[in-house]
């Protein structure tokens, strides 16, 4: 069933508008001719291989809120880390880069290799055959008063809807946890200070209520010391034994019936 159609501008047909629609959870684009009759109109499925199954889908943690999502035609880094973080990976290549909020520690765009594109702030895009939307939240309980505006990002990646929270800083109302509801990933801050300590992170999967939870932003060996032990988390997601591992990979339809905890060791 298809929901949600809407006019975009697409790189692959200068001068011209694709249509894109939201079709058994994955975006289905038509173009360039919009005005075609539907029988004309040439639907392609990003993320299908030619067997017709969806493309795995990697996830790489690098350190405090950035992570690198790599799926079949592209690239995704998320929040790119400072080295004030304690972290300082390897410059990275990447097609869209996207900023939750603009503090040094999330917005290193030196992390990137030029060529990317950058999106920054709520909206609906559509990169590279890639859907992204971002909703407004804010960096504290007072509407942003304290530490200023957050970006939530949700990235249909070969039909793996994955969400980063960024430096999210409160419980999510309805209208936001509606908008999450389809959520696969769910990559959450853990490690309090500015941003969800553990028990709020419990409280913002249980809104979500995703497939696999990916904790972030918690204190480890390379960085952000002054945060909160990960322990702390994972207790109040009532787990006592764990194994970090050094990816993830995830392909639609293949996830479990009950919430999984994905541990990942930051690179480097």
Request: proline content about 7%.
């Amino acid at each position: 069933m298809a929901e949600r159609a809407r006019f975009v501008t697409d790189a692959r047909w200068p001068g011209s508008r694709a249509l894109v629609a939201r079709v058994n959870g994955h975006t289905v684009y038509w173009g360039p001719d919009v005005d075609a009759e539907p029988s004309r109109a040439v639907p392609s499925c990003a993320g299908i291989s030619a067997n017709g199954r969806f493309s795995m889908a990697e996830i790489k943690w690098l350190g405090h809120a950035c992570v690198r999502l790599r799926g079949r035609d592209v690239t995704v880094i998320m929040d790119p880390v400072g080295p004030e973080t304690g972290y300082v990976p390897a410059k990275q290549r990447a097609d869209i880069v996207t900023v939750s909020h603009p503090h040094p520690g999330h917005r290193h765009l030196e992390l990137v290799r030029p060529g990317y594109r950058l999106v920054e702030g709520p909206g609906e895009y559509e990169i590279k055959g890639t859907f992204i939307t971002g909703i407004r939240t804010y960096h504290d309980t007072e509407h942003g008063k304290r530490f200023g505006k957050n970006t939530v990002y949700v990235v249909d990646l070969d039909g793996v809807q994955v969400c980063h929270l960024g430096d999210l800083g409160h419980p999510l109302n309805e209208e936001q946890a509606e908008l999450l509801s389809d959520v696969d990933v769910l990559l959450v801050p853990v490690g309090g200070g500015t941003t969800l300590d553990a028990d709020r992170a419990v409280e913002v999967v249980g809104q979500i209520e995703p497939h696999i939870v990916v904790p972030l932003q918690y204190r480890t060996e390379k960085g952000d010391r002054e945060r909160d032990p990960l322990e702390r988390f994972m207790r109040a997601m009532g787990i006592t034994e764990w194994k970090a591992q050094e990816s993830l990979s995830v392909r639609k339809g293949e996830f479990g019936e009950a919430v999984e905890v994905v541990v990942l060791v930051p690179d480097p």
